[in-house]
């Protein structure tokens, strides 16, 4: 069984930053991708970036120049620095891995930190 312990959210004013993490713990080998998703209310949930295991990094174009995602693979663990927030950045933060684990290839989603922007 693989988990996901995510942190960093809270309230910000237009302009600020947070700094989300997202730590895996369990049962695997390895991971291959890693990223963070978010739904604002009444909206689908859609990719905000995610991370390979080798670092290649993808980012939805909203938040391109203003966030920045990174993994420490000895920890397990993703980042994403959000900077130059807005109002439309409030949204519940939702990491996501691909582990591999003796279960086979696994898709775990962390329970979500809430981002609020205030304008």
């Known amino acids: 069984q693989v988990q996901l312990m995510e942190s960093g959210g809270g309230l910000v004013q237009a302009g600020g930053s947070l700094r989300l993490s997202c730590a895996a713990s369990?049962?695997?080998?390895?991971?291959?991708?890693m990223g963070w998703y978010r739904q604002a209310p009444g909206k689908q949930r859609e990719l905000v970036a995610d991370?390979?295991?080798?670092?290649?990094?993808n980012y939805t174009d909203s938040v391109k120049g203003r966030f920045t995602i990174s993994r420490d693979n000895a920890k397990n663990t993703v980042y994403l620095q959000m900077d130059s927030l807005k109002p439309e950045d409030t949204a519940v933060y939702y990491c996501?891995?691909?582990?591999?684990?003796?279960?086979?290839?696994?898709?775990?989603w962390g329970q979500g930190t809430t981002v609020t922007v205030s304008s």
């Open positions: 369990g049962t695997f080998f390895f991971i291959n991708a």
């Open positions: 991370v390979t295991s080798g670092g290649t990094t």
């Open positions: 996501k891995a691909d582990p591999f684990s003796p279960e086979g290839y696994l898709i775990v």
